[in-house]
């Protein structure tokens, strides 16, 4: 059965049969009011936001399929949330999500997630916002997944609700201030100690000042924003130190294996044909001391020829 494919980019829940979606879908020979109707039905959760649909059709029998493309899990979360990053240590949290957030989130990316129901994909979700120091109902999301796994949620995922009244849009806007002056305060604390810490072992090398700081558990942002690594030597620099000024020379220094594996075997090439270029002429010059009962040896007729072509069999093999 061949298959025809048809992408597009829509607003959600807001699908219409004019250009570009019609005229794309008009020579496919498809109910176009019915795939518009079930791409609004599918798209309706991502209101305001441009989404990428794939309609599947079946050149035969003019049945469609639908799949609809969703930003990752990440920023849908900022969406959400009102950020613009998460945080750099799970620990300091960024903002804070209501359940009615994290089922509208998971009800998005129904498609991609691997859950088996709902209620798995939004402990998903909730994974993902720990990574990103996300709360969840002012919890820590690990913390929320345990309460989900408990079932204090499930009346509201079972009814996949996902719309939050004024009042609680207030809260969540009011809570993401409270947390974004919070991380700030703690941001600057991080910075004094880093700066003291750094005064304290002047004169020491930076590797032991960052596993200090790491003791401390000064995140790594801090520590990279004070202390950043040192880039690597520039391609094609061989010997460079760490500083960008080139290493001493090391006359003593050994050869790469490759080259000194070559190298061996050049030698042993050369040395393979004098030896038995000695030995041809040589077995030749005492040929009448052969004895055939005793000793059955041969040379050949033209010793320096048959030296020749071995010299060039081996050259074959190791060039």
Known sequence: MAKEVVESLVEGGKATAAPPLGPALGPKGVNIGLVIAEINKKTASFKGMQVPVKIIIDSSTKAFEIT?????????????AGIQKGSGNPLDHVADLKIEQIIKIAKMKEDSLSGKNLKAKVKEIIGTCNSMGVKVEEMHARDALRVVEQGRFDEKIKAEKTELTAEEMKQIDEERK???????VKREEYLVKAKNLMKEMEGKEAREIRKKMEELEIPAIIINELMPTEKAAPAGKEG???????????????????KISFSFFKNLCQAYYIIYLS?????????????????????????????????????HIIY
Request: glycine share 6%.
């Open 68 to 80: 609809v493309g969703t930003p990752p899990a990440a920023e849908l979360i900022k969406k959400e």
């Open 178 to 184: 409270r947390l974004q002056a919070e991380i700030a």
């Open 240 to 258: 460079a130190a760490p500083g960008g000024k080139p290493a001493p020379e090391n006359h003593h220094q050994r050869l790469p294996r490759s």
């Open 279 to 315: 030995h041809c002429y040589l077995a030749g010059i005492h040929k009448n001391y052969q004895k055939d009962d005793d000793y059955n040896y041969s040379p050949p007729e033209e010793p320096f020829i048959g030296c020749y072509w071995h010299w060039r069999f081996i050259c």
